[in-house]
C-alpha cells in the first residue's frame, strides 16, 4: 500500500467514526419522537373507537325511544278514539285511561349529539316527532281536566286535534329508522291501533261538527 492510499484508508475511518457517532448521538431523540407519534396515534385510535362507541349508543337509545313513543301512542289513540265515541253520542265520560304525557327522553337529550349521524330525512322526522309531542302534550293537560268538559264542543275540537297529532305521531315513528315510507294512515293501521269501524266514524263525526261550527252535533 502506497502513502497516499494509507491517507485515504485513515480519512475514511475518521469518518465512519463521526458517521457513527451522530447516529449515536440522535439516536435517544428519534426514538422519543417515535414514541409520542405512537403515542398519538394509538391514543387518537383509542378516543375515537370510544366517541364511535358513545354515538352508536346514543343512536340506539333514540331508536329505542321511537318505538316507545309508537307502543304508547297505540294506547293513546285507542283511549282518544273511544272518549271520541263517547262525545258524539253525548254520552257521559266517566273517567280516562289517559297518560298525563307521553315521554320523548331519550330523543329530545340526545338528538342533537346524533344528528351528523343521520339523514336528512331521519333528522326532519325526528324533529317533527319532538314538536308534535310537544303540542299533544299541552292538549292532552287541558281534555284531563274535568272543567274542561263544561263546553263540549270546544272539548271535541281539542280531542279531533289530539286524535290528529297522534295519528301523524304514529306514522313518523312507523319510518324513522325503517325503510318503511307511510304518507297516511290506512285501513290496516287503524286496525293494528285496535280501533273500529264505530270510533273511526264517531271521529269523522266530531271532526265535521267542528268544520261546520258545531251545526252537526250541537254539543
Not at 500500500?1 to 475514511?12: E, I, V
Not at 337509545?61 to 283511549?79: A, G, M, N, P
Not at 264517531?202 to 261546520?212: C, I, R, S
Amino acid at each position: 500500500m502506497d502513502f497516499d492510499s494509507f491517507n485515504q484508508c485513515l480519512a475514511y475511518i475518521e469518518f465512519s467514526k463521526e458517521e457513527k457517532s451522530l447516529v449515536v448521538k440522535f439516536l435517544p431523540i428519534i426514538g422519543a419522537l417515535s414514541g409520542a407519534l405512537i403515542g398519538f396515534f394509538l391514543n387518537y385510535a383509542s378516543t375515537h373507537s370510544k366517541e364511535n362507541k358513545i354515538i352508536k349508543n346514543k343512536i340506539l337509545c333514540c331508536k329505542e325511544d321511537v318505538d316507545s313513543v309508537r307502543d304508547s301512542l297505540q294506547i293513546i289513540l285507542k283511549e282518544l278514539f273511544r272518549i271520541a265515541g263517547l262525545i258524539s253520542r253525548r254520552e257521559p265520560l266517566p273517567g280516562h285511561n289517559l297518560p298525563t304525557n307521553v315521554s320523548s327522553l331519550c330523543l329530545s337529550e340526545y338528538f342533537s349529539d346524533v344528528a351528523h349521524k343521520l339523514s336528512s330525512e331521519q333528522r326532519f322526522q325526528i324533529q317533527r316527532i319532538l314538536e308534535d309531542i310537544k303540542a299533544l302534550n299541552s292538549i292532552l293537560e287541558i281534555i284531563q281536566k274535568r272543567d274542561s268538559l263544561k263546553d263540549k264542543f270546544t272539548y271535541s275540537l281539542k280531542l279531533s286535534n289530539s286524535i290528529i297529532l297522534g295519528l301523524r305521531i304514529y306514522a313518523t315513528c312507523k319510518q324513522t329508522f325503517n325503510d318503511e315510507i307511510v304518507n297516511k294512515i290506512e285501513g290496516n293501521d287503524f286496525q293494528e291501533l285496535g280501533i273500529d269501524q264505530a270510533e273511526l266514524s264517531a271521529f269523522f263525526a266530531l271532526k265535521e261538527n267542528g268544520n261546520n261550527e258545531n251545526q252537526s252535533l250541537n254539543l
